[in-house]
Every structure is written in C-alpha cells, then in structure tokens.
C-alpha cells in the first residue's frame, strides 16, 4: 500500500525576508528541524531555512555543508526537479552516492514520483510557498528485501535562490519516534521538576516529625508504648532515605573522566552475581574495539546497575513457566551486549558515532499496563518498588546526551542504553 497522499499546500509567501534573517550556520540544526515536524501547523517557511546561507549568495558558491549535520534528507532542486544539492542523511537513506543523486531527479527517488514533480514545478512558479505530502523513497537494492521502501513525510518549499526549491524527507518512523522521545522527555521534565518541589515539602517537616518522636519517647514511662514512637522514627527515616533517592541526580554534579563501557559492565555483572550467586547466567557479548568516552563512571554504574538489577528482580520473580519463576529453575540468563551504531538519532539530533549497551533477558517481560510509562518517575510493577531505578538511569544516561529504550516481551526484554561517541 502505498501512503502518497494529496500535497497540503500553504500560502504562497509574499514578502521574499519572510524567513527571516539567515540564521548561523551551526548549531541551530536542531530548532531549525523542529519546524519541519508535520505535528506542527504548516509553516510556510522552510524548516531547514535556519542553515541556509544568504540568498545574496548565489546558489553555486553557497556552502551547504551545514545542511550534512541533519537527520532529516535534504535536496535542493530547479523546479523541473533537476537534483542540485543532496546532503548527507539523503546519500545514506537511500544507498546512491551524492554524485549519482545530483546527476538525477528528486522525484525519481519516490515510488510516485508525478505527486513531487508536480508540487516543484508548483513551489518553483510560486503558486504556493510550501507543500507537505507523504510518499515512499525507493532505496537502493542494497538494503535487502522488504527494506528498499522507506515511508517519508517530505515538505517542499520555496528558498530565495531564484529557480531553487528545497526538498525535505523525514523518516515517517523516526518522526514518530522523536515526537514520542520529546514527549516523554518534556513529560518527565515536568514529572522531575513536581517531584523535586514535593521532596523539599515532605523533607522539612520529617525532621520535626523524628525529633518530636524521641523526644515523646523519652518521657513515655511505659515502654511497651515505646514500639509506637519507634515505628514513627523509622518511617520518617525510610521516607527520609526515599526523597534523598528522589533529589539525587540535581545533588552532585558530574564528574567526568574517562570511561571503558565494559569495565562499567564488568562491574556490575560482579556486583549483581554476588547478590544472586545461584541461578543466574550473565553473558558477555562485548565489541572490544568500542573506544574510551569521556563521561561520569559512577552515574553510568549506577545506570547500568538499576537496568540490570531491574531484569535481575524480574527473574527473581516467581510465575509461571516458562518464563516466569527462572532465577529459581536456574536457567535465568542476562545478556550485556555492546555494540557500535552509526548515524544514531536521540531526540532530533544526529549523530555519526554511538556505543549501544544492551541489557537483555530471558523473564516474563515488562508488565503492559506500565510499559509506557517505566521511565516516570514512581512508576512501579513491582511489590516494593519504588519506582525511581529507570527515571535515574534515564536522567544519568540523557547527561551523557543519550537515551534508554525498552523492548519488551515474554521471554526477551531488551533495554538498549545509547549513548554518543566522540
Ligand atoms: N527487565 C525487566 N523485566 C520486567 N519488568 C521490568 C524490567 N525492568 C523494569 N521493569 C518494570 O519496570 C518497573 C520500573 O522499574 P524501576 O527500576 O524504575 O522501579 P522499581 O524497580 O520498581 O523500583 P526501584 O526504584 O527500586 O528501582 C519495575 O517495577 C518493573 O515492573
Ligand atoms: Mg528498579
């Protein structure tokens, strides 16, 4: 089936400043991407407009090297769709050698490509400043079987070089899941900032609360009653050690030194194996040559800790076979696999580097009613959870500019760890 849709076409722009002054050349990649997505209203101007260089220079001596940092496939085309520039995203998305594209058509990069031709010769006449459809790129046979089609949300609009038109694609599935990444930070953002108001307001009066306990302890002359105040003092201390856990992240800031993945790995498979000495196999699956970042040791410990502890507990479990109850069966299994990614995207940002830490196991899966939500914080499936293990390990892992994701199902949960390389 194919998703090509009807273009939806904004205004055609009349003033030619409209997009405002040429904005830096880098960083802004990444607002600038913000504008292209299809969630937002249609916007006549560019999103990619922000990297563009001046329209007083001329298309030939522009430098479009900036447009090389975007996630997003960028071509820019003469309205018979004679393909002039193709950056890097486009070259790696669809497998053809930049040389090869700029020789071609852009609208021969779709499956239907009448929809584009059409809509180029339509932004280049200036009958409409910018138009949003959705198609099918035809990658390169090189992909393999079932992956040489990639839905695209592709935007066309006007630049201010005359008889220039830029052509944008966005991975309908990356879009997807960015907005879902952006959410999810913003949610958490939000979730962070409640939780760290409340802590203070429950912190402040548990000290009132233990002092007035003991001293009530003091002058109790039957000491049986004693039991009462000391259940007091001890709940305010777990509730104490709980909003210190919630307020650790903001607490200490980082330090950064040099990191080895797989000594952070190594570590952590000796500490959980010492807690769960029978029963369960760890499994090293290391790609040595990933190189040292520079990062917090103790944070990514930490974060690795929780996620693996995580899928210790839930073998721990007791349920049905078979994948439930295996720590007490003995064939419970944890994989640490590390790995290099390359052309990364976290959040909107690209990257060419990345090492991916994946924490696999073999139990009964994340339970469903929570799986959406695991990274917020006191969200919990298990009795005696508290909820706080994953938004930490997120919270570390996002200082280090990556992210965690979950894949999970009865007998195989993954949680990938990315982060960015150097
Ligand atoms: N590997 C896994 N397999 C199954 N469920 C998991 C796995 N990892 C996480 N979960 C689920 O996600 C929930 C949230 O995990 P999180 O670490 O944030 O909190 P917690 O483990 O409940 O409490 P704590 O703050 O002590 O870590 C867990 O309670 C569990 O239900
Ligand atoms: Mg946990």
């Not at 039957?222 to 992240?249: G, N, W």
């Amino acid at each position: 089936m194919t998703r090509a849709g009807r273009p939806r076409e904004s205004p055609r722009r009349t003033a030619p400043d409209d997009a405002g002054p040429a904005a830096p050349a880098l960083p802004a990649a990444a607002p600038a991407l913000t504008a292209a997505s299809p969630a937002l209203p249609a916007t006549p101007v560019p999103a990619s407009a922000a990297l563009m260089p001046s329209a007083a220079a001329p298309f030939e001596t522009a430098d479009l090297t900036a447009l090389d940092q975007l996630a997003t496939m960028v071509a820019v085309a003469d309205a018979d769709g004679r393909c002039r520039f193709a950056n890097a995203a486009l070259e790696d998305r669809t497998g053809v050698a930049r040389r090869a594209l700029q020789r071609g058509r852009v609208s021969e990069l779709l499956t239907e490509p009448r929809a584009l031709a059409d809509t180029l010769r339509a932004v280049g006449a200036a009958e409409v400043a910018c138009s949003r459809f959705d198609a099918v790129l035809q990658r390169a046979p090189a992909f393999g079987p079932g992956h040489t089609e990639l839905p695209v949300h592709v935007i066309v609009s006007q630049t201010d070089w005359p008889g220039c038109v830029m052509v944008e694609m966005i991975e309908i599935e990356q879009q997807t899941r960015a907005d879902r990444e952006e959410r999810a930070i913003g949610q958490a953002q939000a979730g962070k900032e409640l939780l760290r108001n409340l802590a203070h307001e429950i912190k402040n009066p548990l000290g009132g609360i233990r002092g007035a306990a003991q001293l009530l302890e003091m002058e109790l002359g039957d000491r049986a009653l004693a039991e009462y105040t000391r259940v007091i003092v001890h709940e305010a201390d777990r509730l104490h050690a709980l909003v210190d856990r919630l307020l650790a992240p903001q607490r200490r800031a980082q330090v950064v030194g040099d990191v080895n993945i797989h000594e952070i790995c190594e570590r952590v498979r000796a500490l959980v194996l010492a807690e769960f000495p029978r029963g369960l196999r760890i499994v090293r699956d290391y790609d040595v040559s990933i190189p040292e970042f520079r990062g917090d040791r103790e944070q990514l410990i930490q974060a690795v800790l929780n996620v693996v502890r995580n899928a210790t507990q839930a073998l721990a479990e007791p349920g049905a076979p078979p994948h439930g109850g295996r720590l007490a069966r003995g064939d419970a299994e944890i994989v640490l696999r590390t790995r290099i990614a390359r052309q990364l995207t976290v959040g909107r940002q690209r990257y060419r580097l990345a090492l991916e830490l994946h924490v696999q196991d073999n139990g009964p899966g994340v339970p469903e009613a929570i799986r959406e939500r695991i990274f917020v914080p006191l969200v919990s499936g298990r009795e005696g959870g508290s909820g706080l293990g994953l938004t930490l390990a997120q919270t570390f892992v996002q200082q280090h500019l990556g992210t965690i994701e979950c894949d999970s199902a009865p007998g195989r949960t993954v949680f990938r760890i990315l982060i960015p390389l150097p």
